[in-house]
């Protein structure tokens, strides 16, 4: 059973500015001006189209404006990441307004390890049972949707890699990418539009991502196999670009 959450307020950067000091005012002082260098910051980073992921609050199915994505909602900058369990459904605490992506973060298991106990006939110790640890929140998606973001942007660099480096004559898909595509694609737009293209999105914003990752999945890993032929390698790697080649041509198309 999952634990529900309780709605809480995390200051943990702010605890080097919260010593105890005679001077309440000076200490207020010093968080507020903290904030407005965090502010001025975040508004540089929006102006400049970095990519950027928040969790949603967890609090309950409201709407309203959160920070840091609140006061730039408008301006679809902020990727606001939404949890969800494995059938797709969003987590009971997690608000669906405003969220631009729902991914796994429902009973994600975060670390696995075996119990070990003594065996009466040996001094070793023999695994007893796997225990699961696991995590719940928007929190862990978000991790999620930052880690397939830069698995995007890496599979659109490894491929304009292989176009530049492989024979011409032998590679007839040389030079479908601009130098500057992988630059490109991490902006939030154009993020959007790869995310969007790794699969069918649901109503609640979940993407089917194995829809093409399980594809190109089996491609790579028969790249991997120490016997496998120069045919069978040559076709994985193709279709490995054909699939930095999709993000690219989604990632570019304008709506």
Same mark, same amino acid.
């Given at each position: 059973m999952t634990?529900?959450?309780?709605?809480?307020?995390?200051?943990?950067?702010?605890?080097?500015?919260?010593?105890?000091?005679p001077h309440p005012v000076a200490a207020t002082f010093g968080l507020l001006t903290l904030a407005h260098a965090v502010h001025q910051v975040l508004e540089q980073a929006v102006a400049d189209r970095v990519l950027m992921f928040c969790s949603a609050p967890d609090k309950g199915k409201f709407s309203g404006l959160d920070y840091p994505s609140g006061p730039w909602r408008d301006h679809g900058r902020f990727f606001r990441i939404g949890a969800a369990a494995s059938d797709g459904t969003v987590f009971g605490w997690t608000p669906e307004d405003g969220i631009t992506y729902v991914l796994p973060g429902v009973d994600v298991i975060r670390e696995q390890a075996a119990t070990r106990s003594f065996d009466a006939h040996s001094t070793q110790k023999i695994p007893n049972r796997m225990i699961e640890f696991r995590e719940t929140g928007s929190s862990v998606a978000t991790a999620l949707a930052a880690g397939?973001? #830069?698995? =995007?942007?890496?599979?659109?660099? #490894?491929? =304009?890699l292989v176009d530049k480096t492989a024979n011409e004559s032998d590679n007839p898909l040389l030079g479908r990418f601009p130098d500057n595509a992988a630059h490109e694609i991490a902006h939030p737009d154009q993020m959007r539009r790869a995310f969007s293209s790794l699969g069918d999105v649901t109503q609640n914003k979940f993407v089917q991502?194995?829809?093409?990752?399980d594809e190109v999945t089996k491609h790579l890993e028969h790249l991997q196999l120490p016997r496998s032929a120069p045919e069978t390698k040559l076709q994985a790697t193709k279709a490995f670009v054909d699939f930095g080649q999709r993000l690219w041509s989604a990632a570019k198309q304008e709506h």
């Open positions: 634990p529900i959450p309780r709605p809480r307020t995390d200051v943990s950067f702010a605890r080097p500015f919260l010593r105890p000091t397939l973001a #830069a698995m =995007i942007i890496y599979c659109v660099k #490894a491929s =304009i991502v194995w829809q093409q990752l």
